[in-house]
């Protein structure tokens, strides 16, 4: 496939409005998706089945849907009776991964269902656990820590040697652009890029672009600039190369607690700074603004 290859890594909606705009200005694109999640209908099949979360891959998969009646069939989520709360894609997912006897091979299938143009992986293709270092008190599960008392000092994964899906570290090794977030830095971005083969890939990745978030999350990011964003990805993934980081730009409306960017901060970081006004609504970003804005860096 000819045009720049883009992969975009993640998870949540953050994920969904990276691969939203990546679509409009590359052909080749792929998800590489946390799969520590363990919160509702994930936490639920994680439980049963034993299986690598499946929610934030389904979203993937639905923001890379040829159409949205494919993309709104895999969102659709079960209101009533023993399947209340579960979305279709992620039983989907667990369906396939028990009949093929391989989670990556249950997430492409899907993909080619909902008629993916590019690919979606997850970061590893085993169960994954997380586990923060919050005040001086260890937290376990990606749902406790993102609802914590304070902003993560330090991220682990459990086990800390889960391998790497290859397929994902082939894609980021061979990309023209590697695009981290925007998203939950610890619970969604470095969820997924703390798996050692990713974090290996993204170090050799020939160019990666951090999106930075519009809004401070609160538990995992409170109380953090964008300066201190860059410093906690960077002490987590020690060696990574940021080529440029995307930060809002111009009005915040409705964003209580913005993400502070300082300029000369960020040139004591080493981090080229790119400015762009990519506010949407609410404290998301705009797939259009952020398109253009990425456009720029290929």
């Not at 159409?67 to 039983?91: I, K, M, S, V």
């Not at 586990?131 to 599960?141: L, M, N, Y």
């Not at 398109?291 to 290929?298: D, E, P, R, T």
Request: aromatic share 2%; glycine share 12%; hydrophobic share 50%.
């Amino acid at each position: 496939m000819s045009g720049p290859r883009v992969v975009c890594i993640g998870g949540g909606h953050g994920l969904s409005a990276a691969l939203t705009a990546v679509r409009q200005i590359a052909k080749d694109v792929t998800a590489v998706v946390t799969a520590a999640d363990d919160g509702g209908s994930s936490g639920v099949l994680r439980t049963w089945l034993g299986i690598p979360a499946p929610g934030d891959l389904r979203m993937a998969i639905a923001s890379l849907a040829r159409d949205d009646a494919r993309a709104a069939l895999l969102q659709y989520r079960f209101r009533e009776g023993d399947l209340a709360g579960h979305p279709l894609g992620n039983l989907l997912i667990a369906a396939l991964a028990d009949l093929r006897g391989d989670f990556v091979d249950a997430v492409d299938e899907v993909a080619e269902i909902a008629g993916v143009r590019g690919r979606v992986l997850p970061a590893t293709p085993v169960p994954v656990v997380l586990r923060a270092e919050i005040g001086g008190v260890q937290i376990r599960g990606q749902v406790a820590i993102a609802q914590g008392p304070g902003p993560v000092e330090r991220l682990h994964l459990e086990p800390p040697d889960a391998p790497a899906t290859e397929a994902a570290v082939d894609a980021i090794e061979a990309s023209t652009l590697t695009v981290l977030g925007p998203g939950s830095l610890f619970t969604s971005v470095l969820a997924a890029l703390i798996v050692p083969g990713i974090a290996e890939a993204a170090r050799r990745a020939p160019r990666v672009a951090l999106v930075l978030n519009i809004a401070q999350q609160m538990g995992e990011t409170a109380g953090l600039d964008g300066a201190a964003h860059v410093r906690a990805l960077l002490e987590h993934v020690p060696g990574l190369r940021l080529d440029a980081v995307l930060a809002h730009e111009g009005p915040t409306t409705g964003v209580a607690r913005p993400v502070h960017v300082d300029v000369d901060a960020f040139a004591a970081l080493r981090a080229p700074l790119v400015r762009a006004d990519l506010a949407g609504r609410g404290h998301g970003h705009d797939a259009d603004k952020l398109a253009a804005a990425l456009k720029g860096l290929l």
